[in-house]
């Protein structure tokens, strides 16, 4: 994993005062990004992951008895809650490596197609959690309101925290998808402003 190295493996640079220029100021933008966008995933892996409620509820009432059953709901349950524990797990792996490999993947030379490399995996996280969200938010609504057309009844209205913990963890996986957005925009332009300079650079005389 290490050959796919992230932005700023470069050393900051500093001006002649000393200081940091613009640029390497810049550098940190990522890093803080990625480590928002690494809490907010693995936030909404474990809050999913662990989210599970058991209740007794009542089924039907003959006279003055109720008859009663046991509600189990667990993530698993769900196939389209497993898959969003699993491409937010992904997610947190991905960016904690980056971190890493942004602090010291410059002691190993890591240059060339590497951002590009990044971005790519960026991208490719991106859509993965875009997935997840979008499913899971689907499953999170039906279980709320069911649906009259297929005689779907929800759940909600039996398993209150069950799907409160889920609405917490679709909202942490939702920021995390979106600070993975703008890390992806960046990644995008620094490639693009590099190339533009590289260009212009074999094209002087």
């Given at each position: 994993?290490?050959?796919m190295?992230?932005?700023?493996?470069?050393?900051?640079?500093?001006g002649?005062?000393?200081?940091?220029?613009?640029?390497?100021?810049?550098?940190?933008?990522?890093?803080?990004?990625?480590?928002l966008?690494f809490?907010?995933?693995l936030?909404?892996?474990l809050?999913?992951?662990?989210n599970?409620?058991?209740?007794?509820?009542?089924?039907?009432?003959?006279?003055?008895?109720?008859?009663?059953?046991?509600?189990?709901?667990?993530?698993?349950?769900?196939?389209?809650?497993v898959?969003?524990?699993?491409?937010?797990g992904n997610?947190?792996?991905?960016?904690?490596?980056?971190?890493?490999?942004?602090?010291?993947?410059?002691?190993f030379?890591?240059?060339?197609?590497?951002?590009?490399?990044?971005?790519?995996?960026?991208?490719m996280n991106?859509?993965?959690?875009?997935?997840?969200?979008?499913?899971?938010?689907?499953m999170?609504?039906?279980?709320?309101?069911?649906?009259?057309?297929?005689?779907?009844?929800?759940?909600?209205?039996?398993?209150?925290?069950?799907?409160?913990?889920?609405?917490?963890?679709?909202?942490?996986?939702?920021?995390g998808?979106?600070?993975?957005?703008?890390?992806?925009?960046?990644?995008?332009?620094?490639?693009?402003?590099?190339n533009?300079?590289?260009?212009?650079?074999?094209?002087?005389?």
């Amino acid at each position: 994993m290490l050959i796919m190295a992230s932005e700023g493996v470069e050393r900051p640079e500093v001006g002649s005062d000393g200081e940091p220029t613009p640029s390497s100021r810049v550098d940190w933008v990522v890093p803080l990004l990625r480590l928002l966008a690494f809490l907010a995933t693995l936030a909404a892996t474990l809050v999913m992951a662990l989210n599970k409620e058991t209740k007794n509820v009542v089924v039907a009432t003959f006279g003055t008895t109720s008859i009663k059953a046991t509600v189990k709901a667990r993530f698993q349950h769900t196939p389209a809650f497993v898959f969003f524990v699993i491409v937010n797990g992904n997610a947190s792996v991905h960016n904690l490596l980056m971190l890493v490999v942004n602090f010291i993947g410059y002691k190993f030379g890591l240059k060339g197609r590497a951002p590009l490399a990044i971005a790519i995996l960026d991208l490719m996280n991106v859509a993965l959690v875009s997935g997840g969200e979008s499913a899971a938010v689907f499953m999170g609504q039906l279980g709320r309101d069911g649906n009259s057309h297929a005689r779907w009844n929800k759940i909600c209205d039996k398993v209150e925290s069950f799907c409160d913990r889920g609405r917490v963890a679709m909202i942490a996986s939702l920021v995390g998808l979106l600070l993975m957005i703008i890390i992806t925009i960046i990644s995008i332009i620094r490639l693009s402003n590099k190339n533009k300079k590289l260009v212009s650079s074999t094209n002087v005389p």
